[in-house]
């Protein structure tokens, strides 16, 4: 996780007509810990968000799709 977004700690996702959210976004964002993807198509997280282990909220991201 040496990437550039390697310190990133919050990520706003909101109304984008997102559908699913790549796994490897996760592997690359270890010091995220807030996710907001709310109004979007997501139905569900993949497992992968588990590499994510300082966010919080993971139940509430999805609200008002």
């Known amino acids: 996780a040496d990437g550039v977004l390697a310190n990133l700690q919050v990520l706003h996702l909101d109304q984008n007509q997102i559908t699913i ?3 490897r976004l996760f592997s690359s964002l270890p010091k995220l810990q807030w996710l907001s993807a709310s ?4 139905s569900s997280l993949p497992p992968e968000v588990g590499f994510c282990t300082l966010l919080e909220g993971k139940e509430r991201f999805l609200s008002a799709r």
Do not use: R
């Open 21 to 23: 959210l790549d796994p």
């Open 39 to 42: 109004n979007n198509q997501i």
